[in-house]
């Protein structure tokens, strides 16, 4: 075999061992169109130390604790211009009751985070529309992406939750198709609360920005003439999905993690 063959074999290589590294990294994670096999949750969190990097780490133990209680996907969201992060979970459907007690075991499982994060809000949501711009039955992200999100919170006395859905519907579908940069997008509602969420994913953040500052906000006022809102709006950077790289961290108690903050820096 000459000195050429024994080049380009091991360039082929060095060509699938990076393949199945990147293979590896690349998790994908997604957004259901609808409610009937998943139900989703989100865990919104705002630091209270300076190393938000600290947080995150233990929210992605939080986050593969939760695989034993039945969520299939997860991913970890943090915002680029705030100190917000949001934990998104998607879990096998289970009754109202079963629900309940699934959030209670959630909060107490946070115990170890409270101590460098406030819990500002959390609860789950139903799913009730959701576009791709190519035409994936979900709505996929990966560590890395952008994605916005906007909630709009309303009185019930104001509207009925099926009438403001139906509005919020009615703009998603006016909109999206013309939302240049937009990959996917996906409409919740709350299960508790008055409340519903959009969310979208991005080919970039500038992709994003620009969409942000060419919209004409004032066209949606007319769906909601007369009604008090609380608006909600933040951009946010995919830092984790469930199975990343092996998890991306080393295997130890939270706990222990939050206790010697020095140790963690000495592990990594």
Same mark, same amino acid.
């Given at each position: 075999?000459? *000195?050429?063959?024994?080049?380009?074999?091991?360039?082929?290589?060095?060509?699938?061992?990076?393949?199945?590294?990147?293979?590896?990294?690349?998790?994908?994670?997604?957004?259901?169109?609808?409610?009937?096999?998943?139900?989703?949750?989100?865990?919104?969190?705002?630091?209270?130390?300076?190393?938000?990097?600290?947080?995150?780490?233990?929210?992605?133990?939080?986050?593969?604790?939760?695989?034993?209680?039945?969520?299939?996907?997860?991913?970890?969201?943090?915002?680029? &211009?705030?100190?917000?992060?949001?934990?998104?979970?998607?879990?096998?459907?289970?009754?109202?009751?079963?629900?309940?007690?699934?959030?209670?075991?959630?909060?107490?499982?946070?115990?170890?985070?409270?101590?460098?994060?406030?819990?500002?809000?959390?609860? /789950?949501?139903?799913?009730?529309?959701?576009?791709?711009?190519? &035409? *994936?039955?979900?709505?996929? !992200?990966?560590?890395?992406?952008?994605? *916005?999100?906007?909630?709009?919170s309303f009185s019930h006395h104001d509207m009925?939750?099926?009438? /403001?859905?139906?509005?919020?519907?009615?703009?998603?579908?006016?909109?999206?198709?013309?939302?240049?940069?937009?990959?996917?997008?996906?409409?919740?509602?709350?299960?508790?609360?008055?409340?519903?969420?959009?969310? !979208?994913?991005?080919?970039?953040l500038q992709c994003c920005y620009n969409y942000?500052?060419?919209?004409?906000?004032?066209?949606?006022?007319?769906?909601?003439?007369?009604?008090?809102?609380?608006?909600?709006?933040?951009?946010f950077k995919v830092v984790y999905v469930s199975?990343?790289?092996?998890?991306?961290?080393?295997?130890?108690?939270? &706990?222990?993690?939050?206790?010697?903050?020095?140790?963690?820096?000495?592990?990594?």
């Amino acid at each position: 075999m000459n *000195s050429s063959t024994i080049c380009t074999n091991a360039l082929n290589r060095r060509g699938k061992a990076r393949n199945k590294v990147k293979s590896r990294k690349s998790m994908t994670c997604f957004f259901p169109y609808n409610s009937r096999n998943l139900d989703t949750s989100f865990f919104i969190f705002r630091p209270t130390i300076v190393i938000v990097d600290d947080v995150v780490e233990a929210i992605k133990h939080f986050s593969f604790s939760t695989q034993n209680l039945g969520c299939v996907q997860s991913a970890i969201f943090r915002s680029i &211009h705030g100190n917000m992060i949001v934990w998104y979970g998607a879990w096998i459907k289970r009754c109202i009751e079963n629900k309940d007690s699934l959030a209670t075991t959630l909060v107490s499982m946070l115990t170890s985070v409270s101590s460098i994060a406030i819990l500002l809000e959390y609860g /789950f949501f139903d799913a009730y529309a959701g576009e791709s711009k190519d &035409h *994936s039955p979900a709505g996929k !992200f990966y560590t890395g992406n952008i994605v *916005s999100m906007n909630s709009a919170s309303f009185s019930h006395h104001d509207m009925p939750i099926e009438d /403001f859905t139906y509005a919020c519907l009615a703009i998603f579908k006016d909109r999206f198709h013309n939302m240049n940069g937009a990959v996917s997008g996906v409409c919740f509602k709350s299960q508790q609360l008055s409340k519903v969420a959009a969310v !979208f994913v991005w080919k970039s953040l500038q992709c994003c920005y620009n969409y942000i500052l060419n919209q004409d906000s004032r066209s949606v006022l007319p769906y909601f003439d007369g009604f008090s809102l609380d608006l909600k709006y933040d951009v946010f950077k995919v830092v984790y999905v469930s199975g990343d790289s092996a998890l991306n961290f080393h295997i130890f108690p939270p &706990h222990k993690m939050l206790e010697d903050k020095q140790g963690l820096h000495k592990d990594y």
